[in-house]
Each structure stands twice: as C-alpha cells, then as structure tokens.
C-alpha cells in the first residue's frame, strides 16, 4: 500500500524511498506503474548492455501496462503502532522492483521503506537539484524539469571499468548503501515525532497522519542480493535495526571486520540455484552460539525469484532470461514471506499469529532445505 515519499537536499543528503504502509480501502485511489518513467527502462538497458532504444520497446512492450498491487497515496489506517522495515534492493534494481514482498509486509501491519540508492548501483535513479548546483555536480547525468524550480538529474548505473578492482567500489557502494538506509530510518523517525516532511515530489498524502504510528523499537533490515550485503552493513552500523532478512545476499562487498561487529539476529533466505560455496563461507562467518543467525534454501528458485520480474514474464522468456525457477514463483515468495514474518515476529516481539509458520524459519516444508544446498568446506569458513 505505497505512498511515494522523497526528502531531497542535495545528492549525499536527500533520502528516496517509497514508502508502504497499511491503507484504508478506498474507491478512489489509483494503483502505481510498476516501473515509473521510461528513464527506467533506460536504466536497465544500460545494465545489461543492450541497446537503449531497441529494450525500451521491448521494455514498455513486456512491463509498461504492469501496476504495483496497491493504492496510492491511500488514507493510512491506524491499528496501534506499526513495526518498521527498511528495504534494499539489489544490484541494477531501483525501489519498485519488490512490490510483491513490500506489499505483503504492509498488508501484515508494517510500514516498510524501500530506498533507492544513489551509490550508482540502481539501474537508475534521480535527485532534485538547484539550477545553481548543477554545475558543480562531476557525476554522469542528464536533466530534466521539475517542480518548484528544481531540476530533476538523473544518475544511471555505473559499470565496473576496464581493469577496474570491483572490491573497492563494491565496499564504498555498500557503505554508502548502509548510510541511506540509516537515512531513509531517520526520516520515518522525524515523520513519526510529527515535524514537517520536505518532500520534493509532488503527492496527496497527508505526512501527519504517520504522527506516532511506528513503533520505533521495532525496526528490521530487509534486502536482496546487494541489498542482503547492505542488511549486514547496516546492522553493523546501527543498533536500531534489531535483526535483519537478508534474500540470496551477495556477500562480497562486505569487509571481514563487519561479521564479528554484527550483534543483531539475521535470517538468510537463499535461492537454489544462485549460491555458491566462497559466498556461502561468508555467510557462516556469521555464525554464532548465543546470537540467532539462520538460513534456508528454497528449492526450484533462482536469484531472480524475489524481485518482481518472476511474476510478470511467461514461462518460455522467464526460464531463458533466468527470471524464474522450476518452482512455482507464488509458492516461492510467499514462502520467503511466511520464513520472514514469523522470524520478524521472533525477533521484534510481536504479538501477531507469525508464528504459525515458525516451521518455515528451520526449514519444515517440503519446498524448503534447511541451511544451504552448496557444499562447503569448514576450512574455508
């Protein structure tokens, strides 16, 4: 149930996110495109190499009718406080690509913000800048009126460099990553205490109806691929994030230092067919006698089974273009939703009925695999 948010001040200070949260009904409000504007599909374009003209026909032809299954700008309804989760995405994503778990989790009683990131790690991504600004911006971009006198930049995805090392990038990325989820938490904090929103996209939704809705001592770290990473980071950083839901995580970026910093609970909800043992071993690093750290495979999926990709293609071009498993893809996300809900419910202290499907969190169900399916050595943890 999203309502679009943005707080934008310059490109290292605005958060973007959007936000879902749970909504009256309403015969008014109208469901979002899925994808928001062409410069997307551009984006994505760029970050898989093809070209731009040619995909973005494509693109609009496959995608461009799709509407995210919720209400914009919708009423909040207000049933007590509600736990908090904050979203990132992965590598070439942007923050409408999750719906299908965003949504869910708002339908449970969460508010959940999920953060686009300006790491240049998005596909595509945009921010509001004074005219006067502009020239002292060095990253590559292209502008675009908008409201209220600002110009609207974009920022695409950056592409490693020939002979480039990716750690140094990755691990800057994945910091900056970290930082704007922390962000995107501080603005929920100033809307929750009922200060005023600076909001530089144009929207009906009344920001001081969240005024004491959150209950901010129960607050989750969720991510996918880059953003599993990102998870970790964040958990190392912020204490405020009480445990974290990491989906097929890329644990590369991450420094050795981070793993032993991280103190929270954290769940790991891999694919079956992404993993591999050397990012596995890094998850194990995690491992801990007194701290809760789990993981569960689901069989039949693939990297892209938690992205909302997997819903949207036919089965002939989802197989080929490897945005599907062998696995039914509902199954499967409502599966990884089931795991997260009731592991949330652990480790927020919720008092909801999550816990029917404690099960799922050791992996009981015959779609499921307790821990991982790739073999790893103990010496390489």
């Known amino acids: 149930f999203p309502s679009e948010c943005a707080h934008f001040k310059s490109i290292l200070s605005g958060s973007f996110f959007r936000l879902y949260y749970p909504c009256q009904e309403t015969e008014k409000a109208e469901k979002p495109d899925w994808v928001p504007c062409r410069e997307y599909f551009n984006g994505l374009a760029d970050f898989m190499k093809i070209n731009r003209t040619l995909s973005e026909r494509i693109f609009n032809h496959l995608f461009g009718s799709f509407k995210i299954p919720a209400y914009l700008d919708a009423p909040f309804k207000s049933n007590g406080k509600c736990p908090v989760v904050i979203f990132s995405h992965g590598l070439g994503a942007f923050r409408t690509l999750y719906s299908a778990i965003c949504a869910e989790m708002a339908s ?75 962000l995107a938490l501080d603005k929920l904090t100033e809307v929750n205490s009922g200060r005023a929103v600076q909001n530089a996209l144009k929207t ?28 970790i980071e964040a958990l190392c950083k912020e204490v405020k994030f009480k445990c974290g839901v990491a989906l097929d995580a890329w644990m590369f970026p991450l420094d050795d230092e981070t793993f032993p910093r991280v103190k929270q609970p954290i769940f790991f909800i891999n694919s079956e067919k992404f993993q591999w043992a050397g990012n596995i071993s890094r998850m194990k690093k995690l491992d801990s006698a007194v701290i809760q750290r789990k993981m569960i495979t689901i ?46 419910q652990r480790h927020l202290g919720l008092e909801k009925d999550f816990n029917q499907w404690d099960p799922l969190i050791d992996g009981q169900d015959e779609n499921l695999i307790q821990g991982t399916n790739v073999t790893v050595l103990q010496s390489s943890i």
């Open 108 to 182: 449970q009683g969460f508010i959940v913000a999920s953060v686009e990131h300006r790491d240049q790690s998005a596909s595509a991504t945009y921010y509001f800048n004074a005219e006067s600004e502009r020239a002292n911006e060095n990253l590559p971009k292209t502008s675009a009126s908008a409201q209220d006198g600002l110009v609207k930049e974009w920022m695409y995805y950056r592409a490693l460099q020939h002979g480039e090392s990716e750690f140094p990038l990755r691990n800057k990325q994945v910091k900056q990553r970290a930082d704007e989820c922390i």
């Open 299 to 344: 069989r039949g999926t693939v990297h892209q089974s938690f992205p909302d990709f997997t819903f949207l293609t036919g089965n002939w071009i989802g197989k080929l273009m490897k945005l599907k498993g062998e696995i039914d893809p509902q199954i499967a996300i409502d599966l990884s939703n089931k795991a997260t809900l009731a592991f949330l």
């Open 204 to 231: 009906k939704f009344d920001w001081t109806t969240l005024e004491n809705s959150m209950d901010l001592c129960r607050i989750a770290a969720m991510g996918h691929s880059f953003g599993g990473a990102t998870v």
